[in-house]
């Protein structure tokens, strides 16, 4: 726009826009002038800079000084201009290095330009030999001077905090930090948090490198090793750079190294299902300072104003909770991880019959992976101890354990045999019958057991079934008598259960046919079973009845418990779902006959599913049944009361 087109949209001579513009306008009406103003000011006309001070007419164009580094740079950027568009303002940008003059430069050729406001990314006051304009500054990662007015901040140093405090509350008392240079002052927030703690100065291992390769040539190996539970990497590419070298060494993440970024970004989202990061206020800050800015432009505002901003942490999936280790609710989990073949027909065949499949389903399974994920879903601290065929069903497998919850660290791949697998047929009430190939399972033993004994240390419970060796159950068994660990078992897949194994088992989990296996005699009823069984050294007997409940056997109760009104269509998974909420309400410090009611309920809904863990009950879904649980205990404990009470007991 020229002042040629200004006088065309006036309506006057261009003597008539110079005369007003240059204040010789004492022979031109008062209409005439507010008429040239208004146009002026509309078309952002403005070539003489005393005259639109004179007259207090605004730029509508704002000054952003940004130093080349700023890890924030493309952000900052598009949050300013979006404010400021949606303000009908816009941004001219000059991109400067960290020294002071040239951002002093960069000021004065913006004040040159007309601009009628600046915002400087800078931790100190500039100053600048032109006249005034309004500045706000924006300020990261460092103490201001405390003459900077006008500040608009958040500190890299706050942010470290936030990671570290993070990590420690999560139990990761010993980490590694792999940092680009830049994050310098972000490190001295982590390691102001470990220092006030009292931990050594070891605790945090770190390495600030110069470039991608120099982290990759020397900070890997340093930040990454068995003494440290966790990692804070800079930046994405560091995270990339973390998994690459986590996946040639071995090492599980998160099991066995949780993953924290000190920036988060979008792609993060995508990795390992989301990394955990600490998030920066950069849009927020750059809204606000905008904001400000223009108050002080448009309505004149003297105000003077410091504000921070909190980073926030990004809670995804790389972070794992380790502070409960030790604690009454861990449960190691010793047994079978298998790919089931689920096959549902009208009837369950017979020798030399043939009969047509309705159904197949492929799903991850086994008595020990089905217990674990069983644990994880529900809340419960699950341990797995197992073994793995080194192939796509393997993997499976695997996924499945960690997307539940599952610590992973007892789980070894087998470089010989394949992944356990089981055929299971399922006639049309749901009854089952299995067919188990041991694969991989069978070589789970008392060495893998011995390489993992730690997880068995602080363990308040062992599940453990029959679907392994006899070797590595007395070798399970053993290492739980050492430990002081009690053991549920499931008596499964067994041709014989001798008394080696019996003895000194905790909690005794058959059903009706195993317990019949277990003892043939016809003659002898399920209470006399169960006293046998009493004597040979088993404390707790707890024998599932399907939909006709469950009967309890120990020195103090001999009680039966009435069934659930669940509709069974596929009983495969209900002793599994009610082990592992059993193991749960125990190590919740619940009362056994309270955990048999818990187990009996999460038992009823995973037969109303097909398959078993994607069927079982995650806590939420328990909660439905609370008050139900609760009045069915109540009601089992008065008629016990009153039974005693009468001398039936």
Same mark, same amino acid.
Not at 87 to 94: A, G, K, R, W
Not at 120 to 146: K, T, W
Not at 274 to 280: F, I, P, Q, R
């Given at each position: +726009?020229?002042?040629?087109?200004?006088?065309?949209? $006036?309506?006057?001579?261009?003597?008539? /826009?110079?005369?007003?513009?240059?204040?010789? *306008?004492?022979?031109?009406?008062?209409?005439?002038?507010?008429?040239?103003?208004?146009?002026?000011?509309?078309?952002?006309?403005?070539?003489?800079?005393?005259?639109?001070?004179?007259?207090?007419?605004?730029?509508?164009?704002?000054?952003?000084?940004?130093?080349?580094?700023?890890?924030?740079?493309?952000?900052?950027?598009?949050?300013?201009?979006?404010?400021?568009?949606?303000? *009908?303002?816009?941004?001219?940008?000059?991109?400067?290095?960290?020294?002071?003059?040239?951002?002093?430069?960069?000021?004065?050729?913006?004040?040159?330009?007309?601009? #009628?406001?600046?915002?400087?990314?800078?931790?100190?006051?500039?100053?600048?030999?032109?006249?005034?304009?309004?500045?706000?500054?924006?300020?990261?990662?460092?103490?201001?001077?405390?003459?900077?007015?006008?500040?608009?901040?958040?500190?890299?140093?706050?942010?470290?905090?936030?990671?570290?405090?993070?990590?420690?509350?999560?139990?990761?008392q010993r980490i590694g930090c792999l940092l680009s240079e830049s994050d310098r002052v972000f490190l001295k927030g982590v390691k102001s948090v470990y220092r006030e703690q009292h931990y050594p100065k070891?605790?945090?291992?770190?390495?600030?490198?110069?470039?991608?390769?120099?982290?990759?040539?020397?900070?890997?190996?340093?930040?990454?090793?068995?003494?440290? #539970? @966790?990692?804070?990497?800079?930046?994405?590419?560091?995270?990339?750079?973390?998994?690459?070298?986590?996946?040639?060494?071995?090492?599980?993440?998160?099991?066995?190294?949780?993953?924290?970024?000190?920036? *988060?970004?979008?792609?993060?989202?995508?990795?390992?299902?989301?990394?955990?990061?600490?998030?920066?206020?950069?849009?927020? +800050?750059?809204?606000?300072?905008?904001?400000?800015?223009?108050?002080?432009?448009?309505?004149?505002?003297?105000?003077?104003?410091?504000?921070?901003?909190? #980073?926030?942490?990004?809670?995804?999936?790389?972070?794992?909770?380790?502070?409960?280790?030790?604690?009454?609710?861990?449960?190691?989990?010793?047994?079978?991880?298998?790919?089931?073949?689920?096959?549902?027909?009208?009837?369950?065949?017979?020798?030399?019959?043939?009969?047509?499949?309705?159904?197949?389903?492929?799903?991850?399974?086994?008595?020990?992976?089905?217990?674990?994920?069983?644990?994880?879903?529900?809340?419960?601290? $699950?341990?797995?101890?197992?073994?793995?065929?080194?192939? /796509?069903?393997?993997?499976?497998?695997?996924?499945?354990?960690?997307?539940?919850? /599952?610590?992973?660290?007892?789980?070894?791949?087998?470089?010989?045999?394949?992944?356990?697998?089981?055929?299971?047929?399922?006639?049309?009430?749901?009854?089952?019958?299995?067919?188990?190939?041991q694969g991989a399972n069978e070589n789970l033993d008392e060495i893998q057991l011995k390489r993992h004994e730690d997880i068995f240390k602080d363990a308040k419970y062992c599940l453990l079934s029959s679907?392994?060796?006899?070797?590595?159950?007395? !070798? !399970?068994?053993?290492?739980?008598?050492?430990?002081?660990?009690?053991?549920?078992?499931?008596?499964?897949?067994?041709?014989?259960?001798?008394?080696?194994?019996?003895?000194?088992?905790?909690?005794?989990?058959?059903?009706?046919?195993?317990?019949?296996?277990?003892?043939?005699?016809?003659?002898?009823?399920?209470?006399?079973? !169960?006293?046998?069984?009493?004597?040979?050294?088993?404390?707790?007997?707890?024998?599932?009845?399907?939909?006709?409940?469950?009967?309890?056997?120990?020195?103090?109760?001999?009680?039966?418990?009435?069934?659930?009104?669940?509709?069974?269509?596929?009983?495969?998974?209900?002793? *599994?779902?009610?082990?592992?909420?059993?193991?749960?309400?125990?190590?919740?410090?619940?009362?056994?006959?309270?955990?048999?009611?818990?187990?009996?309920?999460? @038992?009823?809904?995973?037969?109303?599913?097909?398959?078993?863990?994607?069927?079982?009950?995650?806590?939420?879904?328990?909660?439905?049944?609370?008050?139900?649980?609760?009045?069915?205990?109540?009601?089992?404990?008065?008629?016990?009361?009153?039974?005693?009470?009468?001398?039936?007991?």
């Open positions: +726009m020229n002042i040629q087109e200004i006088a065309k949209l $006036a309506g006057v001579s261009i003597s008539t /826009v110079s005369k007003v513009m240059n204040g010789k *306008d004492k022979d031109i009406g008062e209409e005439t002038r507010e008429k040239v103003m208004r146009i002026v000011e509309e078309n952002h006309y403005m070539p003489y800079a005393k005259f639109r001070e004179k007259e207090r007419i605004v730029n509508h164009f704002i000054g952003l000084i940004i130093k080349r580094k700023n890890p924030y740079y493309t952000e900052l950027i598009d949050s300013i201009e979006d404010a400021l568009k949606k303000n *009908d303002f816009y941004l001219i940008v000059y991109t400067v290095d960290y020294e002071k003059k040239e951002i002093e430069r960069a000021l004065d050729a913006l004040k040159k330009r007309g601009v #009628s406001g600046v915002l400087i990314d800078s931790s100190c006051v500039i100053c600048s030999n032109r006249e005034e304009r309004p500045i706000v500054y924006l300020a990261y990662g460092e103490d201001f001077e405390n003459e900077q007015k006008n500040t608009f901040y958040f500190r890299n140093y706050e942010a470290g905090r936030r990671a570290a405090e993070k990590l420690l509350k999560a139990g990761h070891e605790a945090v291992t770190s390495y600030l490198g110069k470039s991608m390769e120099d982290v990759i040539e020397n900070g890997l190996e340093i930040c990454i090793n068995d003494n440290q #539970s @966790a990692v804070i990497a800079g930046n994405a590419e560091i995270i990339g750079c973390i998994l690459r070298y986590a996946e040639q060494i071995g090492m599980k993440i998160p099991e066995e190294c949780s993953l924290l970024c000190a920036k *988060d970004d979008d792609i993060l989202n995508y990795l390992l299902g989301g990394v955990t990061a600490v998030s920066y206020p950069v849009r927020r +800050m750059g809204e606000e300072a905008v904001t400000h800015l223009l108050k002080m432009i448009i309505e004149k505002q003297e105000s003077e104003i410091v504000r921070g901003f909190e #980073s926030m942490m990004q809670e995804r999936n790389t972070v794992r909770d380790i502070s409960r280790k030790g604690t009454f609710g861990k449960i190691a989990v010793v047994g079978s991880m298998n790919m089931d073949s689920i096959i549902e027909g009208v009837l369950i065949p017979l020798a030399g019959e043939t009969v047509i499949a309705k159904n197949l389903l492929i799903l991850p399974g086994g008595k020990g992976a089905n217990q674990a994920v069983g644990v994880g879903k529900l809340g419960g601290e $699950a341990y797995m101890i197992g073994r793995l065929g080194r192939d /796509v069903e393997g993997r499976i497998i695997y996924k499945s354990l960690a997307d539940n919850g /599952v610590h992973m660290e007892g789980i070894e791949f087998d470089e010989c045999a394949a992944s356990g697998k089981a055929f299971v047929h399922i006639d049309k009430n749901g009854e089952n019958a299995i067919v188990v190939y679907e392994i060796s006899r070797a590595a159950m007395i !070798a !399970a068994k053993e290492i739980c008598r050492t430990t002081g660990t009690e053991i549920i078992c499931k008596p499964s897949a067994i041709e014989k259960i001798e008394e080696e194994i019996l003895l000194g088992i905790e909690y005794l989990v058959p059903n009706e046919k195993e317990m019949n296996h277990i003892f043939p005699e016809r003659k002898m009823s399920m209470e006399e079973k !169960a006293e046998k069984l009493l004597k040979l050294g088993v404390k707790n007997i707890i024998v599932t009845l399907g939909k006709s409940g469950a009967y309890l056997k120990n020195e103090k109760y001999s009680m039966y418990f009435e069934g659930n009104p669940f509709m069974a269509i596929d009983t495969t998974g209900g002793a *599994d779902a009610f082990i592992s909420a059993m193991a749960v309400a125990l190590s919740e410090r619940k009362e056994l006959i309270y955990a048999i009611i818990y187990a009996s309920y999460a @038992a009823g809904i995973t037969v109303t599913r097909y398959g078993v863990q994607e069927a079982m009950p995650d806590k939420k879904m328990m909660r439905i049944y609370q008050e139900d649980i609760e009045k069915e205990y109540l009601k089992k404990m008065e008629e016990y009361k009153n039974e005693k009470n009468t001398g039936a007991w």
